[in-house]
């Protein structure tokens, strides 16, 4: 059918499974796995991991780290994985709103890296959380 992936945490095994194809982003843009891919390492930049299995879509949010691609097994280890529904939205704005205040502001000493990081992580997570929300009002109708 097609190949094993595993994304893996610090904290936990994430997800493992075997499925068709999962899209990704590198650090040089987004990057579709199917199965009998040329072997690939690569790192990860924030993203959303979107897989696919027996057609179905699940998209998660994920930062940093790196993807390993062989024939037939895929594995992510990333510093942070989190399916729509374990975001907490109302931390992820408050995230979002420190970090355009510090950007916006710039005080003395701000480490603007780490607070473009800290926005784009929770622009992220809002974005993949929204998926979540538009998916349930589908099924709602």
Same mark, same amino acid.
């Given at each position: 059918?097609?190949?094993?992936?595993?994304?893996?945490?610090?904290?936990?095994?994430?997800?493992?499974?075997?499925?068709?194809? =999962? +899209?990704?982003?590198?650090? $040089?843009?987004?990057?579709? !796995?199917?199965?009998? *891919? #040329?072997?690939?390492?690569?790192?990860?930049?924030?993203?959303?991991?979107?897989?696919?299995?027996?057609?179905?879509e699940k998209v998660a949010a994920v930062v940093d780290g790196y993807v390993t691609v062989s024939?037939?097994?895929?594995? =992510? +280890?990333?510093?942070?994985? $989190?399916?729509?529904?374990? !975001?907490?939205?109302? *931390? #992820?704005?408050?995230?979002?709103e420190r970090a355009e205040k510090r950007l916006r502001e710039k005080p003395e000493g701000l480490?603007?890296?780490?607070?473009?990081?800290?926005?784009?992580?929770?622009?992220?997570?809002?974005?993949?959380?929204?998926?979540?929300?538009?998916?349930?009002?589908?099924?709602?109708?």
């Open positions: 059918m097609g190949f094993q992936l595993e994304i893996v945490t610090p904290d936990r095994s994430f997800y493992s499974d075997e499925v068709e194809m =999962v +899209i990704l982003r590198g650090i $040089e843009g987004d990057l579709a !796995i199917l199965k009998n *891919r #040329a072997p690939l390492i690569t790192p990860l930049d924030i993203g959303k991991i979107r897989i696919v299995k027996d057609g179905k024939k037939n097994k895929t594995t =992510v +280890i990333t510093d942070s994985a $989190e399916w729509p529904e374990e !975001i907490n939205v109302e *931390r #992820a704005e408050e995230a979002k480490d603007i890296d780490r607070a473009e990081y800290a926005l784009k992580r929770a622009i992220n997570r809002l974005e993949v959380a929204n998926l979540k929300k538009i998916d349930d009002e589908k099924f709602n109708r």
